[in-house]
């Protein structure tokens, strides 16, 4: 088939943008579950939606392509742009201008034969005029009706259609903020897209992109989220490249703001307990049935909250919690450093022993989570200890080795 | 479903070369302005071609348009829900009466569906009355280009004045805080005590262009536990550039912004023994003295 700048399919270029993206290191070799065709594609087509973000490394192994964006310039996300190549049919497009033409407002409603000489009408003036047979037809208007574009209404035995109420002016600043903030803010991105072009009052700090590309798969959780459904979804495991089928409750999407993953919380019948899923892994969802004890599963996460720092969760029921603690010191120069313990503790507990000196606690499923944060205390940890003796080891050990690693005590590495 | 191409960047382009066709025969210069303004790279070579071949039949060859009126839609039912998903969210009182309310649908999602768990605990307050029209005053000056004087308590418990004009607000979701960004003025919103139009001349000239100072770090990683994929997502909203190096070691160049070096600083901390920092040398340093710091505390 011949190249073109859309595409059917976006799943597959969902994992070439965060290949680009996050890692941005590859060279075209190198995508062996791709053919050679396939990348140059792909790789051409993201140069044409993304043009100035898109870099070009020549390495020993060959050139490699990445995307790199700092995402406190741009007031947009620009992953947005490729939610906005879907591929579409001659006809589709010609249909679609014409049909919200003849429908132009919401009083008025037309029936299938009146609509289709209101389309040759207008297309008399070409050359070779489209025909569009009335099966086309009724399916375009089906699939509007089904979007709310268009409103059907049966009159006798005959269908009528009309336009849907026309939209209200939307607040843009509004718009600017969240579809940058919230999930599938690309639907605020097209809402965007309907006005005049300008800047946006708002830039992001600490803004992560990538949860762009999950939309639709968490617009399917969302929808069953809120009418309590089950779901199946297709994931992805990316070490054993291997794809799984998955029938689960989904009860809560859980955001990281400090790394950008996403996770959808859910219960997994087959495991009998509530797991999380990165999002990105998350191929496809579709809805299954109401489930009828939504409420209790909901209940039982809602329960396990006050004991995880991140996403962690009870293993197995009745299993021990972990237990961590640290001890910090501070100057009288130092004074936000308690205040940072206060802020970040998330369900920790804070004491604070004197003037100089604060302690952290926490019983969490899994205290390993808490490490990386504990790290960011180095230069001040007096006292540290966890129940797990293996993860006080290794805690420790890394503490070690980056002596090590800087030449500050043991064999430079 | 959210990938369709009624969103798409070409349908937004027709829709503007025809909006100019029903007032005036468009040329191919006015299509090709319209199409480098909302398509993408390549569109040219595409769009023109369908149009000029009669294969859309949308444009007539005499540059008008077989369609009446300028093209427009109603909301789709994924757009209701989520804009009904956006006036559900607490912070939405500070953009005043946003009209996002379709009593036809349910909202996408709601608030507590989604849980941002690593948040600080101390973000700005979107609720507090001061706080929404502060918000609001500072976001009309940002668009309307005109100077506000703001005062705020400085740590010494001392009142500040300054008048500025507001370049543009920035939100960190991880502080969950907005940020006054005007030039020489960075301020937290939630430090404004008042803040009102000032109705005195504002030599813009005199004023210093915010211009950040730019740093970059660089550091090898090693792929352990996990750490290649950790460590890039984790810093992956900065420019960056990755390089192999070698059997799961990765050397990766930050470029990020010179008033954050503290905060760059733990960040690297944070990945322990995965990381070490090849440049700069003051960079260096600071990892140095933080771990001599670490090592005179007995740990």
Redo the contacts between chains.
């Keep these: 088939m011949a190249y073109?700048?859309?595409i059917k399919n976006?799943n597959r270029i969902r994992d070439y943008m965060r290949e680009f993206?996050?890692?941005?290191?590859k060279s075209r070799e190198e995508y062996t579950g791709k053919s050679a065709r396939s990348y140059d594609d792909e790789r051409?087509r993201l140069?044409?939606?993304l043009?100035d973000y898109m870099?070009f490394?020549q390495?020993a192994?060959g050139k490699?392509v990445?995307i790199?964006?700092?995402?406190?310039l741009s007031?947009h996300n620009p992953l947005f742009?490729a939610?906005?190549?879907?591929?579409?049919t001659?006809g589709?497009?010609?249909l679609?201008?014409?049909l919200?033409?003849i429908l132009?407002d919401?009083e008025s409603a037309l029936n299938i034969s009146e609509i289709t000489g209101e389309i040759d009408r207008?297309?008399a003036?070409?050359?070779?005029?489209?025909v569009f047979d009335e099966s086309t037809l009724r399916k375009k208007l089906k699939e509007y009706v089904s979007?709310?574009?268009i409103v059907s209404e049966k009159k006798g035995k005959v269908m009528y259609y009309r336009?849907?109420?026309?939209?209200?002016?939307?607040?843009r600043?509004?718009l600017d903020?969240?579809s940058?903030?919230?999930?599938?803010g690309?639907?605020?991105s097209?809402?965007l897209?309907?006005g005049e072009?300008r800047k946006?009052?708002?830039?992001?700090?600490?803004?992560?992109?990538?949860g762009a590309m999950d939309?639709?798969v968490l617009?399917s959780v969302?929808?069953a989220?809120?009418e309590k459904r089950s779901i199946t979804m297709e994931t992805v495991n990316r070490h054993k490249d291997r794809i799984t089928e998955n029938h689960v409750i989904p009860l809560?999407?859980?955001?990281?703001?400090?790394?950008?993953?996403q996770y959808l919380m859910a219960y997994t019948p087959r495991f009998n307990r509530i797991t999380a899923f990165r999002t990105d892994n998350i191929i496809s969802a579709g809805p299954d049935d109401v489930c009828e004890s939504y409420d209790e599963f909901h209940r039982k996460f809602e329960e396990m909250?006050p004991h995880?720092w991140?996403?962690c969760t009870e293993k197995r029921p009745g299993r021990s919690l972990q237990h961590v603690e640290f001890t910090i010191?501070y100057s009288d120069e130092e004074k936000h450093i308690p205040?940072r313990l206060?802020?970040?503790?998330?369900c920790g507990t804070v004491e604070h022993s004197d003037n100089n000196t604060s302690r952290f606690f926490a019983d969490v499923y899994d205290a390993g989570e808490l490490?990386?944060?504990i790290?960011?205390f180095?230069?001040?940890?007096?006292?540290?200890h966890f129940s797990d003796s293996a993860l006080e080891e290794r805690f420790?050990k890394?503490?070690e080795?980056?002596?090590?690693?800087?030449g500050?005590?043991g064999e430079e590495? | 479903m959210i990938f369709s191409e009624i969103y798409g960047a070409y349908y937004n382009t027709v829709a503007a070369i025809i909006s100019e066709a029903v007032s005036h025969p468009v040329s191919n210069e006015d299509i090709r302005k319209i199409i480098e303004k909302h398509a993408f790279g390549e569109s040219i070579l595409t769009i023109p071609e369908a149009i000029n071949a009669e294969r859309w039949q949308l444009i007539k060859p005499d540059g008008t348009t077989p369609i009446e009126g300028k093209p427009t839609l109603p909301l789709s039912t994924l757009q209701k829900r989520w804009l009904k998903a956006v006036a559900c969210d607490p912070r939405i009182k500070l953009f005043g009466d946003v009209n996002f309310d379709f009593p036809d649908v349910e909202p996408l999602f709601l608030p507590e569906d989604i849980i941002v768990f690593d948040k600080y605990s101390d973000g700005d307050n979107y609720e507090d009355g001061e706080y929404i029209s502060n918000f609001r005053l500072i976001t009309d000056a940002i668009k309307n280009r005109y100077p506000i004087k703001v005062i705020t308590i400085n740590r010494k418990g001392k009142s500040v004045c300054s008048v500025l004009i507001p370049d543009y607000l920035e939100y960190s979701e991880k502080d969950d805080k907005f940020r006054l960004i005007a030039p020489g003025h960075i301020i937290n919103l939630g430090r404004i005590v008042k803040c009102k139009k000032s109705n005195k001349p504002f030599d813009i000239g005199r004023v210093r262009q915010s211009r950040k100072k730019t740093a970059s770090v660089s550091f090898e990683l090693s792929d352990e536990r996990n750490a290649l994929e950790r460590v890039l997502l984790h810093f992956a909203h900065f420019e960056k550039s990755v390089e192999r190096i070698g059997e799961d070691r990765y050397f990766v160049t930050i470029k990020y912004d010179n008033d954050d070096e503290t905060e760059m600083l733990i960040r690297i901390l944070s990945f322990g023994p995965m990381i070490k920092v090849t440049a700069p040398g003051c960079f260096i340093d600071l990892i140095k003295q933080r771990l001599l710091a670490q090592k005179s505390c007995g740990q």
């Design positions: 073109s700048e859309l976006f993206y996050v890692y941005g290191f051409r140069e044409s939606w043009g870099h490394r390495t192994e490699n990445f790199s964006i700092d995402s406190r007031r742009k939610w906005k190549t879907k591929s579409f001659d589709d497009i010609t679609h201008f014409i919200f033409d132009s919401s207008r297309l003036c070409f050359s070779e005029p489209r979007q709310g574009l336009r849907s109420e026309a939209a209200p002016s939307l607040n600043d509004a903020y969240f940058e903030v919230l999930p599938c690309v639907i605020g097209y809402l897209d309907k072009v946006s009052c708002f830039a992001f700090k600490h803004h992560y992109i990538t939309s639709e617009y969302f929808t989220i809120r809560k999407l859980m955001v990281s703001a400090q790394s950008g993953r909250l995880m991140g996403v010191r205040g206060e802020r970040e503790k998330r490490i990386p944060w790290r960011s180095i230069c001040r940890i007096t006292d540290i420790k890394d503490i080795d980056m002596y090590a690693l800087y500050l005590g590495q």
